[in-house]
């Protein structure tokens, strides 16, 4: 299991997911594993990936939330970091968070592009940690 990793994706702004995975999977070292697991939204990341706990110990949770009118951004946004969290210490698994959480699609059209790709930085904290 050591150097598997379950990349755990949302498809709900599927041009953008599609850039991070892009992003994450150029930049990935080789010596890692990676299988992709796709849900319809970021909520659903939380339930798949602890449903993965005993074949991974290494994640990366992918996905977009957009701030719409109402509170929702909100609560979505900070349940899902708080239960990312609690995955990672509670079954002692490492989960990069990919889940962006912006104020409108552009801003996240923006971190899934060539530049400032946040999929990559994904990959980049993974061999950082795991790569020796």
């Known amino acids: 299991?050591?150097?598997?990793?379950?990349?755990?994706?949302?498809?709900?702004?599927?041009?953008?997911?599609?850039g991070l995975l892009d992003g994450f999977n150029?930049?990935?070292?080789s010596t890692f594993e990676c299988e992709e697991f796709k849900v319809s939204g970021s909520w659903e990341i939380i339930y798949k990936i602890n449903s993965l706990i005993d074949e991974y110990d290494k994640f990366v949770a992918v996905g977009v939330i957009v701030k719409g009118e109402t509170d929702h951004y909100e609560f979505l946004s900070s349940s899902i970091a708080n239960q990312l969290l609690n995955l990672t210490t509670t079954n002692n698994v490492y989960i990069s968070n990919c889940v962006l959480?912006?104020?409108n699609i552009d801003q996240a059209t923006e971190r899934a592009g060539s530049e400032n790709n946040k999929g990559a930085e994904s990959a980049q904290a993974l061999n950082n940690l795991f790569i020796t």
Request: no cysteine.
């Open 1 to 18: 299991m050591k150097n598997k990793v379950a990349i755990v994706y949302s498809d709900y702004y599927k041009d953008v997911t599609s």
């Open 26 to 29: 150029n930049s990935i070292d």
């Open 101 to 103: 959480n912006v104020l």
